[in-house]
C-alpha cells in the first residue's frame, strides 16, 4: 500500500517536473534508502574542488534530519558556497527527504526514492528540486549503491534544462569503525538529450567511511573522498567529506 501510493504521487508529479545549466555540488554525497524511525542527526558536509586553470570552489552544509517513520526521513539544511575568485555567503536553505520502498534485506536491492527541494538566496533561481530512485545492495562484506537524479528549476525567471545526474558507491565493509571502497558522481547534461561525453562531468575516487559510538545511544558516523575529474568537463580534483553525529 505504502508503495502503492508513493509511486502514484511521483507519477503524479513527474509531467510538472520534467519541463526547465546545473553541476553537482563539491559536498555532494551519496544517498542510501535506508531509514531507521526515531534517528535523529546533526549533518555536516563540506567539500572543494578545481577545474583546471581556475581557483577552487568549496560549499558547506550543516542540517538537522529526523526518521518521522520506519520509511520517511526529513532533513533540513543551510548551505554555504564559494565560487571561484569570490568570497564565500549563504546559498540556500534545503529540505531533503528519503523515502523506504520496503523492509532492509527483504528483496535482493533495497529500493527506495529520494526528493529534495531547495530555495536559493537568488530568488531568480525559484526553487531547485532533485528526484529519483535510490538502489542498494550486498554482497556479502561488499556493498554497493546506485542512484538516478534528475534536477531542475521551477518558478525560475531564466531558464533552465532539466539534467540527468548519478551517484555511486562501493564499500568493503571490513569492520564498523573503518571501511573503504570508492565514489563516482557525474551529470550527463540534459536528461532527454545528453552531452557530447567531452562535456559530461565524471568524477572517480577512493573513499573512506567509517563509524564509532561516543554513547550508549550515540555515535558519529563519516565517509570522505578524493575524486577525479575523467573528462575536461569534470573539476580536476575534489574532495569531500562528511559528518554526522547520530542520536
Same mark, same amino acid.
Given at each position: 500500500?505504502?508503495?502503492?501510493?508513493?509511486?502514484?504521487?511521483?507519477?503524479?508529479?513527474?509531467?510538472? $517536473?520534467?519541463?526547465?545549466?546545473?553541476?553537482?555540488?563539491?559536498?555532494?554525497?551519496?544517498?542510501?534508502?535506508?531509514?531507521?524511525?526515531?534517528?535523529?542527526? &546533526?549533518?555536516?558536509?563540506?567539500?572543494?574542488?578545481?577545474?583546471?586553470?581556475?581557483?577552487?570552489?568549496?560549499?558547506?552544509?550543516?542540517?538537522?534530519? /529526523?526518521?518521522?517513520?520506519?520509511?520517511?526521513?526529513?532533513? $533540513? /539544511?543551510?548551505?554555504?558556497?564559494?565560487?571561484?575568485?569570490?568570497?564565500?555567503? +549563504?546559498?540556500?536553505?534545503?529540505?531533503?527527504?528519503?523515502?523506504? %520502498?520496503?523492509?532492509? @534485506?527483504? /528483496?535482493?536491492?533495497? $529500493?527506495?526514492?529520494? %526528493?529534495? &527541494?531547495?530555495?536559493?538566496?537568488?530568488?531568480?533561481?525559484?526553487?531547485?528540486?532533485?528526484?529519483?530512485?535510490?538502489?542498494?545492495?550486498?554482497?556479502? !562484506?561488499?556493498?554497493?549503491?546506485?542512484?538516478?537524479?534528475?534536477?531542475?528549476?521551477?518558478?525560475?525567471?531564466?531558464? +533552465?534544462?532539466?539534467?540527468?545526474?548519478?551517484?555511486?558507491? %562501493?564499500?568493503?565493509?571490513?569492520?564498523?569503525?573503518?571501511?573503504?571502497?570508492?565514489?563516482?558522481?557525474?551529470? $550527463? @547534461?540534459?536528461?532527454? !538529450?545528453?552531452?557530447?561525453?567531452?562535456?559530461?562531468?565524471?568524477? &572517480? @575516487?577512493?573513499?573512506? +567511511?567509517?563509524?564509532?559510538?561516543?554513547?550508549?545511544?550515540?555515535? &558519529? !558516523?563519516?565517509?570522505?573522498? %578524493?575524486?577525479?575529474?575523467?573528462? =575536461?568537463?569534470?573539476? =580536476?580534483?575534489?574532495?569531500?567529506?562528511?559528518?554526522?553525529?547520530? +542520536?
Amino acid at each position: 500500500m505504502r508503495t502503492a501510493k508513493l509511486a502514484g504521487a511521483l507519477a503524479a508529479l513527474c509531467p510538472v $517536473l520534467l519541463s526547465t545549466a546545473l553541476h553537482a555540488e563539491p559536498n555532494d554525497y551519496v544517498h542510501t534508502p535506508i531509514v531507521e524511525e526515531g534517528e535523529k542527526e &546533526i549533518d555536516f558536509k563540506w567539500g572543494t574542488e578545481r577545474h583546471r586553470h581556475e581557483p577552487s570552489a568549496n560549499a558547506t552544509s550543516i542540517g538537522f534530519g /529526523y526518521g518521522a517513520t520506519s520509511w520517511w526521513f526529513t532533513e $533540513l /539544511y543551510a548551505k554555504w558556497r564559494r565560487d571561484p575568485g569570490e568570497g564565500s555567503g +549563504f546559498d540556500a536553505w534545503e529540505w531533503e527527504n528519503q523515502f523506504q %520502498l520496503a523492509p532492509t @534485506g527483504k /528483496y535482493p536491492v533495497d $529500493l527506495g526514492v529520494f %526528493l529534495e &527541494i531547495e530555495r536559493p538566496k537568488d530568488r531568480s533561481e525559484g526553487y531547485e528540486l532533485t528526484y529519483g530512485p535510490l538502489f542498494q545492495s550486498e554482497w556479502g !562484506r561488499i556493498q554497493g549503491n546506485f542512484n538516478v537524479m534528475w534536477q531542475r528549476h521551477v518558478r525560475a525567471t531564466e531558464s +533552465f534544462d532539466t539534467e540527468l545526474k548519478y551517484q555511486a558507491q %562501493l564499500k568493503y565493509r571490513a569492520s564498523e569503525l573503518l571501511e573503504w571502497g570508492a565514489q563516482a558522481f557525474g551529470d $550527463l @547534461g540534459r536528461w532527454d !538529450r545528453w552531452s557530447s561525453s567531452s562535456q559530461q562531468e565524471h568524477k &572517480i @575516487g577512493p573513499a573512506l +567511511f567509517g563509524r564509532f559510538k561516543v554513547g550508549a545511544a550515540q555515535a &558519529i !558516523r563519516w565517509n570522505a573522498a %578524493l575524486l577525479f575529474g575523467a573528462t =575536461s568537463a569534470s573539476p =580536476s580534483t575534489s574532495m569531500r567529506v562528511q559528518a554526522e553525529y547520530e +542520536f
